[in-house]
């Protein structure tokens, strides 16, 4: 039986908390639903950002493989969020060691392939590479957690 904890219980959390903080647990519920409100944040970030850039460039004649590369630099800090709420979806399930250090190359790969001019070879290559990573991290969706405290946390769903 692990000690008391002295996490702050995922339920308890503001959304900006859980989207910044490694720690606790995140049931599949939760899990979805976060992922939803980082969809549309992405969605509305990147269509803002895009629209900037395209003015920019339009403005200053710059060349358009520099909207891809901009697109690829803003959108970094969208994945420290998707990092953070998915290791607390991993911890849940009990599986953090390993599969965090997996989830960090797949954010790497992540990150390559955003400052990839779309269309490339490269672009096209590091997008398969993306899927097969991403398989095993689907079950993340579906698997159930630990049910009680595991080493991460006590669990999301009692309280």
Known sequence: MPENFTIIESWNMS???QMT?????LNRLRYFWMSIILLIGSVIYGALVGAFLAILIGILGLPWYL??????????PLLYPAYAITVKRLQDMNWGKGWTTYLQVFII????WGLTPLGSTASDVLSVIMVAVYIPLISAYFAPGDRGPNEFGPDPLVG
């Open 67 to 76: 909207f891809d590369l901009g697109l690829g630099v803003l959108t970094i």
């Open 15 to 17: 959304i900006f908390e």
């Open 21 to 25: 903080s490694i720690r606790g647990r």
């Open 109 to 112: 790969i992540q990150l390559i």
